[in-house]
């Protein structure tokens, strides 16, 4: 690149006492990335931009709303009916919130199916596992504030589950409330929660875009990086990627923004908040669904909360849990078949989320949290002793040149057991 | 993958980065616009920008201040005398010339926003005691401006005369500050 002499005296200037400019072409530019990344490897990079957009129209909407239960229902509808672009702001950040758990959701699968989270990447691993419950009590606590029915119920059933705690589990929940029930003294503090609590998000993602860059990112094939030969730099062909992967994302997104707002949201949030009346039909946020479905399936208070708890708790330790030194699914025979089971048994759990918890929902609801579970302590270590994995290709480069360059019949992109 | 890229011609290139880039930036400024325009004052604001006021109880010599958009007006009921004194000073030398009848719709109602034009403070002299400076009209206890009969700005920092906000005479005894069709 051709620099002007002053521009690039100024660069380096600047660069002696502090390198910007070699730290962003170190980790953004140059940076080696394994140059057989499959789309799947875009949710990442989504998710932190998601991130932003969330905190942008959160700063803008706390501009206009107001944390007090007398007029925080009338403040929401303030902003969508008199602010100017209000309800776009609001149905950006609504909507955004179920996008955003959308692509984590496929990013942490993404994660699983190719072995991620396995040595040496087990803090990344954790450290996104801490986004994630963060992620979730900040929703949790941002579905609160516009003082709906489900806002108000929801935040009931939730901080409720703390009473399950022995002896001061009924002190604790006074203490959360800051009085005898869900009011203004909650809705206050929960609001300043919500507002403090991406920037902790925010401070994590950089811990763990710490440990991605020294680790490297994993790819398809789960091995290491051996040459430069695997890599490309980041800029500008995981850039133009990462862009591209995004615009589709924004269509998708802003489909929902403009011509379904209210796909994800409840009706009953359309009510102002009443003490003085249960819906007959509490369910949670769609993102909470699985594990909702994991509680009711356990006929005991403390139990319920506990394998509530344990369902979100047992994803960080996952990297002990797989004992299989093969990362990707590709090479995983029964581990891939096994994989799908247990998305399915997720998306099944959520789909018992919004049954009635009665009957025959109850059985499969039990049956589908015992798999759950059985999936992680059971299976993931069985199969790490016992499963016959293919045998994992040496080097990325050669495999890719395989995949791209060979004579072979067209199957990029699909699942390829080679070298058998 | 390397033959792909080697066929790509470096204008054609350049085009494209060049065209993505504008086309980025000018949905990056559309996508700012309902941001920023999310902190103008909103429809329910801008829905009380008018003020209804009854002049009758107003007695020659008095005066009384009201809020109309949150801005304090000041309406005067003037004395002869004090019409007089602002319609004969006209031609005086001043920081803001404007004549009496350029400020008045009615000689006998001054219509003015009570904020100095100084530095936003509020000016003294439209309630009966208060301290109205040497030009018998009002005077800025923050930075020492003093205004005449009709508002103008007559010594002091400040460089403009009080603003006069619209308004309109509904009837005899009703003033309407803000837009008129409100």
């Known amino acids: 690149m051709k620099k002007d002499n002053n521009t690039s005296r100024l660069m380096t200037w600047i660069d002696d006492r502090l390198p910007i400019f070699s730290y962003a072409n170190k980790n953004v530019i140059d940076y080696p990335t394994p140059k057989n990344l499959n789309y799947w490897w875009n949710f990442g990079s989504i998710a932190g931009i998601i991130l932003v957009i969330m905190i942008i129209t959160g700063i803008f909407l706390a501009m206009n709303y107001q944390p007090h239960t007398d007029v925080a229902f009338q403040s929401v509808e303030r902003i969508m009916r008199d602010v100017n672009y209000g309800w776009l702001l609001r149905y950006l950040h609504m909507n955004g919130a179920s996008m955003f758990f959308i692509v984590i959701y496929i990013h942490m699968f993404r994660g699983m199916y190719f072995g991620s989270y396995k040595n040496p990447r087990e803090i990344l691993w954790i450290m996104g596992v801490a986004i994630y419950v963060t992620m979730m009590a900040t929703a949790f606590m941002g579905y609160v504030l516009p003082w709906g029915q489900m806002s108000f119920w929801g935040a009931t059933v939730i901080t409720n589950l703390f009473t399950t705690i022995p002896l001061v589990g009924d002190y604790l929940v006074t203490w959360i409330w800051g009085g005898f029930t869900i009011d203004s003294p909650t809705i206050n503090r929960f609001f300043v929660w919500h507002y403090l609590m991406p920037a902790i998000i925010v401070g994590i993602v950089i811990v763990h875009l710490w440990a991605l860059h020294v680790t490297k990112s994993n790819n398809p094939l789960g091995i290491d990086i051996k040459s430069k030969k695997d890599t490309i730099p980041f800029h500008p062909y995981y850039t133009i990627k990462d862009l591209f992967g995004f615009g589709v994302f924004l269509i998708i997104f802003l489909y929902f923004v403009f011509f379904q707002p209210n796909f994800f949201a409840e009706a009953d949030n359309y009510i102002p908040a009443n003490p003085m009346v249960t819906p007959p039909h509490i369910v949670p946020e769609w993102y909470f669904l699985p594990f909702y479905a994991i509680l009711r399936a356990i006929p005991d208070k403390l139990g319920g909360v506990i394998a509530m708890g344990g369902g979100v708790m047992i994803l960080f330790i996952l990297p002990w849990l797989d004992t299989s030194k093969v990362r990707s699914a590709r090479y995983r025979p029964i581990f891939k078949v096994m994989f799908w089971v247990f998305v399915a048994d997720v998306l099944f759990l959520g789909w018992l989320g919004i049954r009635p918890s009665e009957g025959i929902y109850l059985t499969w609801g039990r049956i589908a949290t015992f798999y759950y579970f059985f999936h992680f302590l059971v299976l993931l270590p069985a199969l790490g002793k016992y499963e016959k994995c293919y045998p994992v290709p040496d080097d990325i480069s050669e495999e890719f040149l395989k995949d791209h360059c060979g004579d072979t019949d067209d199957t990029d992109g699909k699942e390829e057991k080679t070298n058998a | 993958m390397s033959k792909l890229l080697g066929k790509i011609s470096c204008p054609k290139r350049e085009f494209?980065?060049?065209?993505?880039?504008?086309?980025?930036?000018?949905?990056?400024?559309?996508?700012?616009?309902?941001?920023?325009?999310?902190?103008?004052?909103?429809?329910?604001?801008?829905?009380?920008?008018?003020?209804?006021?009854?002049?009758?109880?107003?007695?020659?010599?008095?005066?009384?201040?009201?809020?109309?958009?949150?801005?304090?007006?000041?309406?005067?009921?003037?004395?002869?005398?004090?019409?007089?004194?602002?319609?004969?000073?006209?031609?005086?030398?001043?920081?803001?010339?404007?004549?009496?009848?350029?400020?008045?719709?009615?000689?006998?109602?001054?219509?003015?926003?009570?904020?100095?034009?100084?530095?936003?403070?509020?000016?003294?002299?439209?309630?009966?005691?208060?301290?109205?400076?040497?030009?018998?009209?009002?005077?800025?206890?923050?930075?020492?401006?003093?205004?005449?009969?009709?508002?103008?700005?007559?010594?002091?920092?400040?460089?403009?005369?009080?603003?006069?906000?619209?308004?309109?005479?509904?009837?005899?005894?009703?003033?309407?500050?803000?837009?008129?069709?409100?």
């Open chain 2, 16 to 182: 494209l980065l060049a065209s993505t880039s504008t086309l980025g930036a000018v949905g990056a400024a559309a996508a700012a616009w309902p941001f920023i325009d999310s902190i103008n004052p909103a429809a329910d604001v801008l829905a009380v920008s008018s003020t209804e006021v009854d002049l009758s109880s107003i007695a020659v010599g008095e005066g009384l201040g009201v809020l109309w958009r949150g801005k304090p007006v000041f309406i005067k009921h003037r004395t002869a005398e004090e019409i007089k004194q602002a319609q004969d000073e006209d031609s005086v030398e001043m920081i803001d010339p404007q004549t009496d009848a350029d400020r008045v719709q009615k000689t006998e109602w001054l219509v003015v926003i009570g904020i100095c034009t100084h530095l936003g403070c509020l000016p003294s002299g439209h309630l009966p005691g208060d301290k109205k400076g040497e030009f018998g009209g009002w005077f800025c206890p923050c930075h020492g401006s003093q205004y005449d009969t009709s508002g103008r700005i007559r010594s002091g920092p400040a460089p403009l005369n009080l603003e006069i906000p619209p308004y309109a005479f509904k009837d005899d005894t009703t003033l309407i500050i803000g837009d008129a069709e409100a």
